[in-house]
């Protein structure tokens, strides 16, 4: 069974840094495309970011240049730095893992989601 633990959220001052991470287990994590997703107060869950098996990374406009996603295969482990937070990057933060089942399809399993609140 696929299962997805998170770390890292907190509060932090505008301006502030912080980094989440995501560890995988029961997958064969080099095969399996990673990224994250937030969801605001009142808001509908979002694309963050995503990284592929080749190491491509793929970000949402608000946050290029501010975060970086990044894997360790080895720690079966995908990050999320954070930097220059702002007020509006305030959320619940979830890893999700599209898990490749056959040839053609993946599966996506989502972590539990970990806090970040940014102050102003």
């Known amino acids: 069974q696929v299962q997805l633990v998170e770390s890292g959220g907190g509060l932090v001052q505008t301006g502030g840094s912080l980094r989440l991470a995501c560890t995988a287990s029961?997958?064969?994590?080099?095969?399996?495309?990673m990224g994250w997703h937030r969801q605001g107060p009142g808001e509908e869950r979002e694309l963050v970011a995503f990284i592929i098996t080749n190491g491509k990374t793929v970000y949402v406009q608000s946050v290029k240049g501010r975060f970086t996603i990044s894997r360790d295969n080895a720690k079966n482990t995908v990050y999320l730095q954070m930097s220059n937070l702002k007020p509006e990057d305030t959320a619940v933060y979830f890893c999700?893992?599209?898990?490749?089942?056959?040839?053609?399809?993946?599966?996506?399993?989502w972590g539990q989601g970990t806090q970040v609140t940014v102050s102003s």
């Open positions: 029961g997958t064969n994590f080099s095969s399996t495309n």
């Open positions: 999700y893992a599209d898990v490749l089942m056959n040839r053609i399809s993946r599966q996506r399993y």
